[in-house]
């Protein structure tokens, strides 16, 4: 299993990225699918997450309205779009996936992660 995150790099604060999660493996779209982040000296956090169909979305409250999350099953992919940055968004960005049967927001009902990408939004 590998999950291949891409996309960060340093954007000033009001900018946009778009992070994507390239997945093989195992049957993607089977697979509800999360992004959490985790900044400097902090610990890691729920940022996103999207039910196996793309039906169903969670966010955390500080980037709702600004992050939107998708996927392409036909493309094994996971995407983050990420509009409006704020230099508290600064972190490492990882992909995940679970089986749990409903949007997990804490990490540890997350089995398979990707190795992270960086984003850095400069004031």
């Known amino acids: 299993v590998q999950l291949q995150a891409s996309g960060g790099g340093l954007v000033q604060a009001g900018g946009s990225l778009r992070l994507s999660c390239a997945a093989s493996g195992y049957t993607f779209s089977s697979w509800n699918m999360g992004w959490f982040r985790q900044a400097p000296g902090k610990e890691r956090e729920f940022v996103s997450g999207i039910s196996w169909t793309g039906g169903t979305t969670d966010y955390a409250d500080s980037v709702k309205g600004r992050f939107a999350i998708s996927r392409d099953n036909a493309k094994n992919t996971l995407y983050l779009q990420m509009n409006s940055l704020k230099p508290e968004d600064t972190a490492i960005y990882y992909c995940?996936?679970?089986?749990?049967?409903?949007?997990?927001?804490?990490?540890?009902?997350?089995?398979?992660w990707g190795q992270g990408t960086l984003v850095t939004v400069s004031s």
């Open positions: 995940a996936a679970t089986r749990a049967n409903y949007i997990a927001t804490t990490q540890h009902w997350y089995l398979y």
